[in-house]
């Protein structure tokens, strides 16, 4: 768990006891997901659905920290985020960790806050499309010990589709 502790050691010899100034004791995550944030407005959920984006147009998720199988509600921290385009077989190709085996990365958040083992995170507009994308979540930013992709893939479509008609 998380909180603020105290030490305290106790004489046992010809050592002196005493107290140690408090310090913090942060919550860790086993894993992380990513999805929308209407989908699930329970504060405690670890799931959910990504929707199909539209290219050229910037769109937010919510990253959750979990532990334990539950939102890790302690953990606050900074998380790499990364799109990811599945470049194999769309739908199949996943390793343990949910990304794709195959893959390029699309965007970069080098550093994104996460508070109370839940924030929403920003997304630049993605010029092309993609029809496999997952969110890549890495913890610490550098020398990462916990790397997780979103549970879900999703799509991202042209804004519209322009068709010219020419007599042959």
Not at 20 to 48: D, H, I, Q, Y
Request: hydrophobic share 35%.
């Amino acid at each position: 768990s998380s909180g603020t502790c105290t030490l305290t050691a106790t004489k046992t010899s010809s050592i002196e006891s005493g107290t140690s100034n408090s310090f913090s004791v942060l919550a860790s995550a086993s894993s992380f997901n990513a999805f929308e944030t209407a989908t699930t407005p329970n504060p405690g959920a670890v799931t959910g659905y990504i929707f199909t984006k539209i290219a050229g147009t910037t769109f937010g998720l919510d990253v959750v920290a979990i532990a334990g199988g539950t939102q890790a509600t302690g953990f606050s921290g900074n998380v790499k985020v990364e799109l990811l385009a599945n470049t194999g077989t769309p739908g199949s190709g996943y390793g343990a960790d949910n990304c794709p085996s195959a893959n390029s990365v699309i965007q970069t958040i080098a550093s994104s806050a996460i508070a109370g083992g839940r924030s929403t995170v920003s997304f630049s507009a993605v010029a092309n499309v993609y029809r496999d994308v997952r969110v890549r979540i890495s913890y610490p930013t550098s020398s990462p010990t916990v790397i997780t992709c979103s549970t879900d893939s999703f799509a991202m479509r042209p804004a519209q589709l322009t068709f010219a008609v020419s007599d042959g």
